[in-house]
């Protein structure tokens, strides 16, 4: 954390940064003023919470104690501090005896006071008093019950010795808006009827907002604001309203807190971040950040918790979504509940839904589910627009980095840490460091359990720190083979297709690899079931750019591809499996149809395979997930190895018999299957060309 005092919320007059000396000064002179002019009076200072009241009032206390020419006692009073309104009235009368001078010409005039106070004290409360002071306190109950003297002859005495004051008293009384409503008209009873008294002035400090819904609930207003207002308007004779926050002050509060998290924790922002922060700080945060005290809340929460997570989020992204988080709470709840899918782009009914929602229908849609969840009007737009911001798939856009809104990253910035079955990014790269330069097996073992049980989020990861690592890339490269093995094949996923994101790594990985490794680790990788088929399908797979591959790994994999192909012509095509067969295809792909076709159609002219086997083994399989089942025959397979006519020839026999036409993706992969498929298909076809020769 930053060694700035950001939780700190008591008076700091010390450090002025918002001109409130000059402010504090202003009104040391209007209350000198004030006391040339009248016997008794009230003011107030008046400023929101979090304005800075307390140390505003601390400066204008210690200008009254040191003023020259206009002293003052001044009198702290704070009415929070006391359990009820007795207690309270008590509290009142003790602080402002014990203001007054001390020594044998004031002993009896302290007398008359206290006399005073007794007698409009509660009974109850009346030993409060007496172990105060008050030499005469029982004496003056007494004279109350016989009705010798009144509370007002009392009071006139005591205001005779007030008048003897050489320095006035000033009451001082902060946190008047954290009273309950009976405490406040308490107060304002003893300041209004009672204390007012020659040489006794009153500074009262408060929230006006909040003191209006105080008395609004009193039945002095009973729920009317304007007789709340005109009540409050009784009370106070002079205003101090403590100016508001001026824009420029407001933004040079919060350049200071940001500059300094930066410094502490050695961030270094892009432009594209400084304008993404300053752009959602005028559209939305200045809005909220009204007063110091919701500055520093602010940075505090994102001090607190932000050294966890540096170097894993993106710095601006914390920092508004824990902004969110301080002020919208009920929108910060969606983020991580119903409105999650959609921040992330893995909404499947809004994907698939058959119309395109515009960019102002989607905006209006926003501006209401942010209504519902209690942000006020005035506030939306800037909130959606920041939203819009984090979440770039809210306005249709891709989504790069290592932002809020990326699903691999997304849990970290509500976690305040890297969650369990996820890798810090720093160790990562650290792994993928260590390995290309001592070939660490701990840290590739680490890495090929974390492709084995996340894998896409961990290939995106690495799409990004394997560039520029050879070594490292030879020796992922048959891990990847194996991982590519087990990964399923999704038609569709919101997010991503984990064999899709393989052949994406390895593509990158393959252009990293020098061209002296090459033949070493297309062998490593062609030693495990896939391997061969991943490097023959990342050949052969459009490139989006980010390297070029080098043209020896396409003979290198031709080659063992070659020697697979030769191992299974020996074998009769019944016995191969399926995935076996596959080898066929991706050596006519790499090594070329020119190549590879003479070899096939030689080893059906010399008997080594069966012809309707062939057939058979070319029916594709469609794959969902772990589900397989068979489609099409592949007929533009048949027709250039050896052309369609020696099947139908060939097959004749077969054809010929009658039977249904099979179903597409209705059996499953055994050979009895494929045969049917082979032989319903073909026949089909056949039966079309002639017709269609006889038409």
Not at 174 to 203: A, I, Q, S
Request: a negative charge; proline letters at 4%.
């Amino acid at each position: 954390m930053s060694e700035r005092s950001y939780f700190r919320d008591d008076p700091d007059p010390e450090n002025d940064r918002l001109d409130r000396e000059g402010f504090a000064d202003r009104t040391v002179s209007a209350l000198g003023e004030i006391r040339r002019q009248s016997k008794s009076s009230v003011a107030g200072l008046i400023a929101p919470w979090g304005a800075g009241k307390s140390t505003t009032l601390e400066m204008i206390v210690k200008g009254l104690e040191k003023h020259e020419t206009d002293p003052w006692i001044v009198v702290d009073l704070n009415p929070w501090l006391y359990s009820d309104v007795e207690s309270l009235q008590l509290g009142f009368f003790v602080s402002l005896r014990e203001a007054l001078p001390r020594g044998k010409k004031w002993g009896k005039k302290r007398e008359r006071v206290g006399n005073f106070f007794t007698a409009i004290s509660p009974m109850g409360k009346v030993n409060g008093l007496v172990g105060v002071d008050a030499s005469s306190a029982l004496e003056s109950i007494g004279e109350r019950i016989a009705g010798d003297v009144s509370a007002n002859a009392l009071k006139k005495k005591a205001e005779e010795v007030l008048e003897e004051l050489e320095n006035p008293i000033l009451f001082v009384m902060d946190d008047l808006d954290r009273l309950t409503p009976d405490e406040l008209l308490m107060v304002f009873k003893l300041v209004r009827l009672v204390g007012r008294l020659p040489n006794v002035y009153y500074l009262l400090s408060y929230d006006e907002k909040t003191l209006l819904d105080l008395i609004q609930q009193t039945s002095v207003a009973s729920g009317d604001r304007a007789r709340s207002r005109d009540y409050m308007e009784k009370i106070i004779q002079v205003r101090f309203d403590v100016p508001d926050l001026r824009p420029n002050q407001k933004a040079n509060l919060v350049d200071a807190a940001i500059n300094e998290l930066l410094a502490t924790y050695s961030i270094e922002l892009s432009r594209e971040e400084g304008e993404a922060f300053g752009s959602a700080y005028r559209g939305c945060l200045r809005h909220y950040l009204t007063t110091p005290r919701a500055i520093n809340r602010y940075f505090a929460q994102v001090d607190a918790f932000y050294g966890a997570l540096n170097n894993e989020v993106r710095f601006v992204d914390f920092a508004l979504l824990t902004f969110i988080r301080t002020f919208e709470p009920g929108v910060y709840k969606n983020l991580t509940g119903s409105w999650r899918d959609e921040l992330l782009g893995d909404a499947v009914e809004l994907i698939f839904s058959g119309q395109k929602e515009s960019p102002s229908v989607r905006e209006d849609r926003w501006h209401s589910m942010l209504s519902e969840a209690h942000v006020t009007a005035a506030n939306i737009p800037g909130l959606y627009k920041m939203l819009s911001s984090l979440f770039p798939r809210l306005r249709g856009d891709r989504v790069e980095g290592i932002g809020v809104g990326d699903r691999d990253y997304f849990d970290r910035y509500f976690s305040f840490g890297v969650p369990e079955d996820d890798i810090p990014d720093i160790e990562l790269r650290q792994m993928v460091d260590a390995i290309d330069k001592t070939a660490d097996t701990s840290s590739l073992d680490i890495l090929r359990a974390a492709l084995e049980s996340d894998t896409k989020r961990t290939c995106r990861k690495l799409l990004r720190f394997i560039p520029g690592k050879a070594n490292a890339s030879a020796a992922l490269l048959p891990i990847l083979a194996d991982v590519y093995a087990e990964a399923d094949y999704e038609f569709f996923a919101v997010d991503g297709n984990s064999r899709a994101l393989i052949e994406q790594l390895a593509r990158i990985s393959m252009c990293e690899i020098p061209a002296e490794k090459i033949n070493d680790v297309v062998a490593l990788t062609n030693a495990l079931p896939h391997g061969a088929i991943m490097l023959s399908t990342v050949l052969s797979s459009r490139s989006d750019g980010g390297g070029t591959i080098n043209p020896d790994f396409q003979k290198s994999t031709a080659k063992v591809l070659e020697e697979r192909v030769r191992a299974l012509i020996s074998q009769p095509l019944e016995a191969i499996s399926t995935h076996d067969f596959r080898h066929v295809y991706h050596w006519r792909r790499t090594a070329g149809k020119e190549v590879t076709d003479p070899r096939l159609r030689q080893a059906l002219l010399d008997g080594h395979w069966d012809a309707l086997d062939f057939a058979a083994r070319s029916v594709s399989v469609a794959t969902s997930g772990r589900s397989e089942s068979l489609a099409d025959v592949q007929f533009d397979l048949l027709e250039e190895v050896i052309g369609l006519e020696y099947f139908y020839q060939t097959l004749e026999s077969h054809m010929n018999v009658d039977g249904p036409m099979p179903q597409r993706h209705y059996y499953e992969d055994t050979i009895q299957n494929r045969r049917i498929m082979a032989l319903g298909q073909l026949r089909q076809r056949r039966d079309r060309a002639r017709q269609g020769v006889e038409e």
